[in-house]
């Protein structure tokens, strides 16, 4: 039986939903971010990987806990580049 949003949101812990709205914060923020890397150290940070870190950390999150999804996604963040 396929749970729906409203009731997997429901069944989240609250520190999972802390650390989602963490990572939706840096999201929605990214773009300026991009900018100071740029103005301040002359990089550009695309990310070559689909989908983005955050949005696997998001999925890992969900899928496996809070602790297990940030390690996760901090594993894949520093293999990158």
Known sequence: MQLSKTSKQNSLTWFQRLAIKGIRGYQLFRPFFRQINLSIFGVHS??????????????AI???GTI???????RRILACR
């Open 46 to 59: 695309e990310c070559p990987q689909t989908p983005s870190c955050s949005e696997f950390t998001l999925h």
């Open 62 to 64: 969900r899928e496996h």
């Open 68 to 74: 297990a999804g940030l390690s996760m996604g901090m």
